[in-house]
């Protein structure tokens, strides 16, 4: 596992890999909306918690999986 200041340096340094490439079983819209509630930019990030946790329900419906 990385110590602290490499973990902080990666986090820093680059884009997260997608949680779907780390676990295939999460589902693609779930990995997507990870990757934007952890942009860089605060403007490409959501608005809210309520429009994160709306966007990661719609995710985990069987219509989109």
Known sequence: APS???LIGQ?????PRPA???NPAVPRPASDALLR???ADPEQ???SAQELASE???AGSPSRS
Do not use: I, S
Request: aromatic share 4%; glycine share 10%.
């Open 11 to 15: 986090m820093l340094q680059g884009t």
């Open 4 to 6: 602290l200041p490499e």
């Open 20 to 22: 779907a490439a780390v």
């Open 56 to 58: 990661l329900l719609d």
């Open 45 to 47: 990030r959501y608005g």
């Open 37 to 39: 509630a952890l942009r």
